[in-house]
């Protein structure tokens, strides 16, 4: 948590300047309607929150969400509207809701967290029938000495597991794509589909346990 908090007011200002190429791609592929709900998971300081609320519109709804205390003060301070709500709640054991959304969004976000196919299982929870995820992350797969290297400094600094989202978000998502042709070495960049209600069964939702 405190890593997180000293974060917000450090680098992810600074990462806040440069956030606009990959802010509007992530809107590009999502390919908000007005009127939709979307969800941004480990929203950070909310640099993303005006892109989406201008693609949803006024009867559209944003809820954005992260772990830090820090973060959520700084991302509140953005919302001017009505229609946007920021949460400070853990994406590994929290209820995002069933099937309220339309699409969802994850920025550098799950990688981080200590319990990755939880955060990608309630993620799918909380997406409707057809419903799009887009993750930005790192992807530390390949056993070069570059990854060896990166792989160990995340988990000392923020507790990587070692989980690859991609394959998390392949056992839950009946259809993960690229977003490009070639992946980089260190990163990935995906769409998650959500195409019908079997990504919703209570074994690969813990905030959904079997009644």
Same mark, same amino acid.
């Given at each position: 948590?405190?890593?997180?908090?000293?974060?917000?007011?450090?680098?992810?200002?600074?990462?806040? *300047?440069?956030?606009?190429?990959?802010?509007?791609?992530?809107?590009?592929?999502?390919?908000?309607?007005?009127?939709?709900?979307?969800?941004?998971?480990?929203?950070?300081?909310?640099?993303?929150?005006?892109?989406?609320?201008?693609?949803?519109?006024?009867?559209?709804?944003?809820?954005?969400?992260?772990?830090?205390?820090?973060?959520?003060?700084?991302?509140?301070?953005?919302?001017?509207?009505?229609?946007?709500?920021?949460?400070?709640?853990?994406?590994?054991?929290?209820?995002?809701?069933?099937?309220?959304?339309?699409?969802?969004?994850?920025?550098?976000?799950?990688?981080?967290?200590?319990?990755?196919?939880?955060?990608?299982?309630?993620?799918?929870?909380?997406?409707?029938?057809?419903? *799009?995820?887009?993750?930005?992350?790192?992807?530390?797969?390949?056993?070069?000495?570059?990854?060896?290297?990166?792989?160990?400094?995340?988990?000392?600094?923020?507790?990587?597991?070692?989980?690859?989202?991609?394959?998390?978000?392949?056992?839950?998502?009946?259809?993960?794509?690229?977003?490009?042709?070639?992946?980089?070495?260190?990163?990935?960049?995906?769409?998650?589909?959500?195409?019908?209600?079997?990504?919703?069964?209570?074994?690969?939702?813990?905030?959904?346990?079997?009644?």
């Amino acid at each position: 948590m405190q890593l997180w908090d000293f974060a917000a007011l450090t680098y992810y200002r600074l990462l806040d *300047r440069f956030s606009g190429t990959l802010n509007t791609l992530a809107v590009d592929k999502l390919d908000l309607k007005p009127g939709e709900a979307v969800l941004d998971i480990g929203c950070g300081t909310g640099a993303l929150l005006p892109a989406l609320v201008e693609a949803v519109g006024p009867r559209g709804r944003v809820v954005a969400m992260d772990f830090s205390p820090r973060m959520v003060a700084i991302a509140r301070k953005r919302v001017k509207w009505p229609n946007v709500e920021v949460r400070q709640a853990d994406a590994c054991n929290t209820d995002h809701g069933a099937g309220e959304f339309d699409a969802a969004v994850a920025l550098g976000a799950f990688s981080a967290m200590p319990d990755v196919p939880a955060a990608v299982a309630n993620a799918a929870d909380a997406l409707k029938p057809g419903g *799009r995820l887009f993750v930005f992350d790192v992807r530390l797969a390949k056993k070069t000495r570059t990854t060896r290297f990166l792989r160990a400094a995340y988990q000392k600094i923020a507790g990587f597991t070692g989980a690859d989202v991609v394959d998390e978000l392949r056992n839950v998502f009946e259809r993960v794509e690229p977003v490009f042709r070639v992946e980089g070495e260190t990163t990935t960049v995906v769409m998650a589909t959500k195409v019908t209600d079997t990504a919703t069964d209570s074994a690969r939702t813990p905030c959904r346990p079997a009644e």
